[in-house]
């Protein structure tokens, strides 16, 4: 066995070199996460972040645990097929006070296997973050799926206008989702706002609003033809 230092507690923690034993004292640990690593027939190799996830919660010894784990699931895979997506999805993983950091040790980890498997990071999110902080995020961000909700400030919108740009003049791939509430106050801002989208040649997808309840949203007929 050898050892490492946890980067953020200091602690020396000893490391098995069998990763398949890694793997299954940490399933026994903490549960499995991503299911059977031995299911030979299973084409998934989407893994998420979200803020109600443990691995979100969890410290930095968890990402390596993460990288050791789809190592050893690449290994079952063919060589055209050693793709892997992580999503850094909400609610608003943006604003977590130590987001660059982690994205800054999502890139590093990956990076002894680089030349086995791709890596894309992801994410989904409002894009209501300061400049200066969308500015370092995007360093670490291959594609951003960003949704466009009307009832925002007139200051929020205008800082979601300009971090798109930012996205998009640093050449990552971007779509934007465009809410489209029944109210027509609303649903003619989101209007502006795809025009918006097309001056500046930005991808983007209209969404039509469902109600989990009971009662539906009541689009009227100029909307429904539009």
Not at 58 to 74: G, I, R, S
Not at 84 to 92: K, R, S
Not at 192 to 204: E, G, R, T
């Amino acid at each position: 066995s050898s050892s490492t230092t946890d980067p953020v507690t200091g602690e020396k923690i000893v490391i098995n070199p069998d990763p398949k034993q890694r793997a299954k004292e940490y399933a026994d640990k903490k549960g499995g996460i991503f299911g059977d690593i031995n299911n030979r027939s299973s084409n998934n190799t989407t893994f998420s972040f979200g803020t109600s996830n443990i691995l979100w919660r969890a410290t930095l010894k968890t990402l390596d645990f993460l990288f050791e784990y789809v190592d050893l699931y690449m290994e079952k895979k063919p060589n055209g097929l050693k793709y892997v997506i992580l999503n850094i999805y909400g609610g608003e993983s943006l604003n977590h006070p130590d987001i660059i950091k982690i994205l800054e040790q999502v890139r590093l980890k990956h990076q002894p296997y680089a030349n086995r498997w791709h890596l894309t990071v992801t994410t989904t999110t409002n894009a209501i973050v300061s400049k200066k902080k969308m500015i370092e995020i995007i360093k670490y961000i291959d594609e951003f799926t960003v949704s466009y909700h009307p009832e925002n400030t007139e200051k929020q919108k205008q800082n979601f206008k300009d971090n798109l740009l930012l996205i998009s003049n640093s050449n990552k791939r971007l779509k934007c989702i465009v809410l489209m509430p029944e109210n027509v106050k609303d649903f003619t801002d989101s209007q502006d706002m795809i025009s918006w989208l097309n001056a500046n040649n930005l991808k983007y997808l209209p969404r039509q609003l469902d109600r989990a309840k009971a009662t539906p949203y009541r689009y009227n007929q100029q909307q429904v033809q539009w």
